[in-house]
């Protein structure tokens, strides 16, 4: 079992920044992958960024270049996100996939609105 807890998140004008973070606690030693997703209202859920299991760092088309996902260790992964838009508007949730199924864990998930 693995637990995701977020924080950051919050209201913010068009092109200013926000960091995001996520805390790993559990069998983190289980995580393969780990990294956020967003949900805007009316659409499907997208991959944001992510670690892959080779440690790599994935990001979604729209957020490249504007957002960067770290990590400290194998506990806590941010994504800090700069020139934000309106579109950037959604819940986001943190993920890991975990053992050798890459079950999906999944954080409570935080708003980030950004106003025109």
């Known amino acids: 079992q693995v637990q995701l807890v977020e924080s950051g998140g919050g209201l913010v004008q068009t092109g200013g920044s926000l960091r995001l973070s996520c805390a790993a606690s559990?069998?983190?030693?289980?995580?393969?992958?780990m990294g956020w997703y967003r949900q805007a209202p009316g659409k499907r859920r997208e991959l944001v960024a992510q670690?892959?299991?080779?440690?790599?760092a994935i990001y979604a088309d729209s957020v490249k270049g504007r957002f960067t996902i770290s990590r400290d260790n194998a506990r806590t992964v941010d994504l800090e996100m700069n020139s934000l838009k309106p579109e950037d508007t959604a819940v986001y949730s943190c993920?890991?996939?975990?053992?050798?199924?890459?079950?999906?864990?999944w954080g409570q998930g935080t708003q980030v609105t950004v106003s025109s």
């Open positions: 670690f892959t299991k080779s440690g790599a």
């Open positions: 993920n890991a996939q975990c053992g050798s199924s890459f079950l999906d864990y």
């Open positions: 559990g069998n983190v030693f289980s995580i393969n992958t």
